[in-house]
């Protein structure tokens, strides 16, 4: 069985929709705008959109649905309460080269995030 999208339980924490420009939030008016404009210079097409060299919006992210160390535990009813949250994040593309300051050097065997990125083995990124 092959599916489009990845099948979802219908019990989820999964944000209800998309985003928009005008979800975007801010302490001020300033940061607000600034959001806004963020938003809309990443490629955002909703869950499943894949990384581009653009700047991809992740939403949900991928720190998980819960707020993990705040989790509570009711042994005697046998229910966890835990905190919902959905946080974004900007995942992109940069292409390996000369003028790539970050470039793994040529003998790196993938050990995990070097210097703040995750390189791609095998692969142009």
Not at 52 to 70: A, H, R
Request: aromatic share 10%; hydrophobic share 35%; glycine share 12%.
């Amino acid at each position: 069985y092959v599916a489009k999208t990845p099948p979802c339980s219908e019990v989820t924490f999964r944000p209800k929709k998309d985003l928009s420009g005008a979800d975007m939030w801010g302490a001020t008016m300033f940061d607000q705008l600034v959001c806004r404009v963020m938003f809309h210079q990443l490629r955002y097409e909703g869950i499943f959109t894949p990384p581009s060299e653009q700047g991809t919006l992740v939403f949900p992210g991928n720190l998980g649905m819960f707020e993990w160390g705040g989790i509570s535990v009711d042994p005697d009813r046998q229910v966890a309460i835990a905190n919902p949250m959905a946080l974004p994040f900007v995942s992109k593309l940069i292409p390996r080269g000369p003028g790539n300051p970050m470039e793994p050097p040529k003998d790196a065997k993938g050990t995990g995030t070097e210097a703040g990125i995750q390189p791609q083995y095998g692969v142009p990124f």
